[in-house]
C-alpha cells in the first residue's frame, strides 16, 4: 500500500505561481512512477505530468507545457508540481497518483495509488 498527502493548493491571481507537493508513504518510493492529474468541475480527470523512478523522464499534457514542471526527491519521498504562469482554466483538483511500474503512463486508470487532492484556484 502507498499513501498520498498532497500539499500547496490555494487561490492565486492569473500569471501567479504555485508548487504543489506530494509525500508518499508505506512503499519504496523510488520504485514509484509518480503522477499528477487534475479534475474540474464538471469535466473528466485529466493528466498533468508524470515523472520516472529517477527522474530522467518526464510527460505533460498540452496544456501545460512550458507552464508546469514536475520533479521529484527521493530522499524526502516527495514529488512536486511548479506550476507558473496560471490561468483560470487551471482551476481544479490537483491529485497525485503513484503506480509501481517501469513506464510513466498518462491514463488513470494506469495508476494504482492516489491522493485526496488539493485544489487549486485561478482567479482572472
Known amino acids: 500500500q502507498v499513501q498520498l498527502v498532497e500539499s500547496g493548493g490555494g487561490f492565486v491571481q492569473a500569471g501567479g505561481s504555485l508548487r504543489l507537493s506530494c509525500k508518499a508513504s508505506?512503499?519504496?518510493?523510488?520504485?514509484?512512477?509518480m503522477g499528477w492529474f487534475r479534475q474540474a468541475p464538471g469535466k473528466e480527470r485529466e493528466f498533468v505530468a508524470g515523472?520516472?523512478?529517477?527522474?530522467?523522464?518526464?510527460m505533460y499534457a498540452d496544456s501545460v507545457k512550458g507552464r508546469f514542471t514536475i520533479s521529484r526527491d527521493n530522499a524526502k519521498n516527495t514529488v512536486y508540481l511548479q506550476m507558473n504562469s496560471l490561468k483560470p482554466e487551471d482551476t481544479a483538483v490537483y491529485s497525485c497518483?503513484?503506480?509501481?511500474?517501469?513506464?510513466?503512463?498518462?491514463?488513470?486508470?494506469?495508476?494504482?495509488?492516489w491522493g485526496q487532492g488539493t485544489q487549486v484556484t485561478v482567479s482572472s
Open positions: 515523472i520516472s523512478w529517477g527522474g530522467g523522464t518526464t
Open positions: 497518483a503513484a503506480r509501481p511500474r517501469i513506464a510513466v503512463a498518462t491514463t488513470s486508470s494506469d495508476y494504482d495509488y
Open positions: 508505506g512503499r519504496t518510493f523510488r520504485n514509484l512512477v
